[in-house]
């Protein structure tokens, strides 16, 4: 019996949940991690960041701060950033997104997306400013485009990540 | 039927709120900032990890690298030829300079010891490979395939022919952290060719891109200068490139220029690097 089985038993949906919780964040962070080059790197989303704030404003079971923390360690490792950098960023925005959960399900698209770009933007800037205390980076534009493209990026995430933690329902038998 | 106790309702089952949660995170993440690169401990604890994860990052670059390879298979044959041409052209460029460099080397070595003092050459470690780049902040560091096992430590510098790219920060067992001449606060001492000017150069964090400190407003460097390592750090071999001048702003109200340089030697579409052992100094 594993924990999973455990999990669906007593909530076969926030079961199912975790699962795609778990593997879209570890698909996130792998492609993260898939270099393409220096001219596109600087500008591409952070895609781990984009699933914690789906799963934290729109899961049944909102993500775990923990997980978060967790999951920017693991990026903070692989990208070689300071320990703690994206750790603190993850955890920050799984906050948020738990706290804007209800205005987020009630706004129409177009303020959903201008939330999202300043919830990416906040987080650059945070980043932008812990470098800046570490050692000194100039503030550049991709600071700007990276959470812009994750932005654009946003309804797409979205809808891979709704259908991801829908199951298709099984034909049921005739009564 | 379940006992009453094991079907309690959510409602009375408060765990920490996301609050608390989220500030214990954030003190745990500031904490790791503080002590990350300055305890000894955090940059063992960081190696370590960085060695967990290399083999995923190895797996992941294989097929970027083998869609690079198709990529470069379908080249068409005009522009293999174009290739051609200006390889053959930057051979014989390459040719000259090694006379050039050669001739220099000569009389550089019969100088030395005429003022009798030990000449420098460029002990090469061994070579190694690019296992990821930093991004963010640590845009300008990376992961090399080889840590202390292999003889590597901190302190020892990255050369390519082209030109110095950079110096061991940290070294794991199997893997270690390299800062690129452009890091942020990165300094390399170097000399103008042209005229021997001495100064440092500072990286700014930005790729391709790097300054010089405290040059007065009216030196002798232009546009278009070589910067070589002046080799006074012992870190750095004398004599290679590092960078050349991009522009000069000379600035009324300031007794110094501001020079900005672009690196030598950057590593882009390079895998391969070779380590070489501190040279010491000069004395």
Known sequence: MNFASVLERRNPRNARQTRAIALSLLLAVTLDLVSLGSTVDPLRPDLALLVVLYWSTRGRAPILISAAWGVGLLHDIATLT?????????????????????????????????????????????????????????????????????????????????????????????? | MQPV??????????????????????????????????????VVLRNSMEQAVAPLMIALELPVEAAREVGRGLTTQGELLRQIARLEQENEDLRTTARDLANLQRENDELRTLAALPVERLTLLRNVQLIQRGRGVASQRFLIDAGSRKGITAGMALVHPLGVVGQVTAAGETTADVALVTDAGQNTPVEVARTGLRAVMIGEGLPDRASLRFIASNADIEPGDQLVTSGLDGVYPAGMPVASVVSVRRDAQSEFARVVCKPAASIDGRRHFAVVLPTGGMP
């Not at chain 1, 932008?128 to 991709?142: D, F, I, N, S, Y």
């Open chain 2, 5 to 42: 106790a094991r079907r309690d309702p959510a409602l009375f089952r408060r765990g920490t709120s996301p609050g608390t949660r989220c500030l214990v995170g954030l003190a745990l993440s500031a904490a790791l900032l503080a002590v990350d690169g300055s305890q000894q401990w955090a």
């Open chain 1, 82 to 175: 300071p320990l703690g950098l994206n750790a603190g960023l993850y955890c920050l925005t799984a906050w948020v997104g738990v706290s804007l959960r209800k205005r987020l399900e009630a706004m129409p698209i177009p303020g959903e997306l201008l939330l999202v770009l300043l919830v990416l933007l906040a987080g650059s800037m945070l980043s932008w400013g812990v470098g800046l205390l570490l050692g000194g980076r100039p503030l550049a534009e991709t600071h700007l485009l990276s959470p812009l493209v994750g932005t654009l990026c946003w309804p797409l995430v979205r809808l891979l990540l709704r259908n991801a933690g829908i199951r298709r329902r099984r034909a049921s038998p005739p009564d």
